[in-house]
């Protein structure tokens, strides 16, 4: 037991540990994404390369 009053063992805290690590790094790949949405979105729609680069890429879907 690492905790008797609150009852935590080991393996309990190691889970914890693990799920906080694999949920920052979940954080931090989100991050990365949404930036890179927001970049192509600022290029795309923000200035008149990306909208020719925009209707060249996807205007003929």
Not at 23 to 35: C, G, I, L, P, Q
Not at 44 to 54: A, E, I, M, V
Request: no cysteine; aromatic share 10%; glycine share 8%.
């Amino acid at each position: 037991m690492v905790d008797d009053k609150l009852g935590l063992t080991e393996k309990l805290v190691d889970a914890l540990v693990q799920h906080k690590e694999s949920w920052a790094t979940a954080m931090k790949e989100n991050k990365k994404s949404v930036e890179l949405v927001r970049r192509e979105a600022n290029y795309y729609f923000g200035s008149t390369r990306g909208n020719l680069d925009f209707i060249r890429r996807f205007g003929g879907l």
